[in-house]
């Protein structure tokens, strides 16, 4: 009796044994879960728009087309293409009557410090007015400049300074 036992117990060792040797090859290995590889193509833009939560900064973004408009040297008024830009703003504001916004003023390098804030303020009041005018409560939306301190594009050349006179309109995450 005692070989007996002796001999099954070293059977189920073999058999523990050979089945802890097998390895699978890379073609026994089933492919990895969809989530882990890439897609095939970026999604689009309208999948954006699709995907944005309504009422959130991603979908403004993609409703209005640009939080940015842009202004001329030494100036704060607003041009026809600012305001094709603030009218898409204020269609998606109309709809999110909840929604509050901030307007950025900027500038670019060029002139003093106190200069700049305050041509900073003047565009953002700008960009407010047009808001305003067009029938978007103005206790909704608050002005802060930041002159010439948060430039949108780096360098001293027309191109970098014409990205840097803008208005922003910021609305929550």
């Not at 523990?16 to 833009?45: G, I, Q, R, V």
């Not at 009422?55 to 026809?80: C, I």
């Not at 002005?143 to 910021?170: C, F, H, L, M």
Request: with cysteine; net charge positive; hydrophobic share 40%.
């Amino acid at each position: 009796m005692r070989k007996t036992t002796r001999t099954v117990m070293v059977t189920a060792a073999l058999i523990a044994l050979a089945a802890c040797s097998k390895k699978p090859k890379p073609a026994d290995l089933p492919p990895p879960p969809p989530s882990e590889t890439m897609p095939a193509t970026p999604p689009s833009s309208s999948n954006v728009a699709e995907t944005a939560v309504p009422g959130s900064r991603a979908d403004f973004l993609a409703q209005a087309g640009s939080d940015t408009v842009l202004f001329a040297t030494d100036s704060y008024d607003v041009d026809s293409q600012a305001q094709s830009i603030l009218t898409a703003q204020v269609a998606w504001l109309r709809k999110f009557p909840n929604v509050r916004a901030t307007i950025e003023g900027h500038c670019d390098e060029r002139g003093t410090r106190e200069y700049n804030l305050a041509l900073g303020e003047r565009r953002a009041q700008s960009a407010k007015a047009f808001l305003v005018n067009a029938g978007i409560d103005a206790s909704r939306l608050t002005v802060i400049s930041y002159g010439k301190e948060r430039p949108a594009a780096q360098g001293s050349d027309e191109s970098a300074w014409a990205q840097n006179r803008r208005a922003v309109t910021v609305v929550p995450q």
